[in-house]
């Protein structure tokens, strides 16, 4: 049977729609940085085409060595100006700045990834692999919570999840090159927006 990190590791991706406190070990992720307005920002879509593109020709090239379902669509997220989180609606999205990423598998070394941009290059080759990188992150202490509903309407739980850090005795921390989190459960091309399930994380450190 196949791997699922979203079902072997719950923790990660299954939260409760109440916040909860976690510590995030080190993972493998192929990662794109980019800027702009997700909803029309022809560089964002770029972006998640490479990645899906590269993460399924990792899994296709290596079934001997691991079957495993390609984990979801991530993002760290902020904004071009001192923007710092705590519930706030971004009205102008094209200020975003983002990094988006999808797991890899611990066997995905630097020869594996490099194989995949080769296939990739092939299928596509007016893309720019050379947009994405492999990267261990280590996010640390965290806190997050489910949201289940349309993407502008995370301010308000944004706001409890940092209210509840707070309230626990700690500090959100967004310095060191720490960001808002994102993990996309859903589809929003086959969910409604009000079905939609979105691990939102926040980076702490104790007050």
């Not at 999205?93 to 983002?98: A, E, L, Q, R």
Request: net charge neutral.
């Amino acid at each position: 049977m196949a791997i699922d990190f979203k079902k072997t590791e719950k923790e990660l991706y299954q939260p409760k729609t109440s916040p909860s406190i976690i510590d995030v070990p080190e993972m493998k992720f192929i990662a794109v940085d980019g800027k702009g307005d997700p909803n029309s920002s022809a560089e964002y879509a770029a972006a998640v085409e490479l990645l899906y593109g590269l993460s399924y020709a990792i899994k296709m090239g290596n079934k001997a060595v691991l079957e495993y379902v390609v984990p979801p669509l991530e993002g760290f997220w902020e904004v071009t100006d001192d923007f710092k989180g705590g519930g706030a609606a971004i009205t102008d999205k094209s200020k975003f700045v983002w990094t988006m990423l999808i797991r890899q598998p611990e066997f995905v070394t630097s020869e594996v990834f490099e194989g995949a941009r080769t296939i990739f290059s092939k299928k596509k080759p007016n893309s720019n692999v050379s947009k994405a990188r492999l990267e261990t992150i280590t996010e640390g202490l965290c806190v997050q919570v489910m949201h289940i509903g349309s993407y502008d309407n995370e301010p308000a739980t944004v706001a409890t999840l940092d209210r509840f850090a707070v309230d626990n005795g700690y500090v959100i921390d967004m310095e060191g090159g720490r960001r808002h989190h994102e993990i996309y459960l859903s589809d929003p091309r086959k969910v409604a927006p009000e079905k939609l399930k979105t691990v939102l994380r926040h980076p702490i450190r104790r007050a």
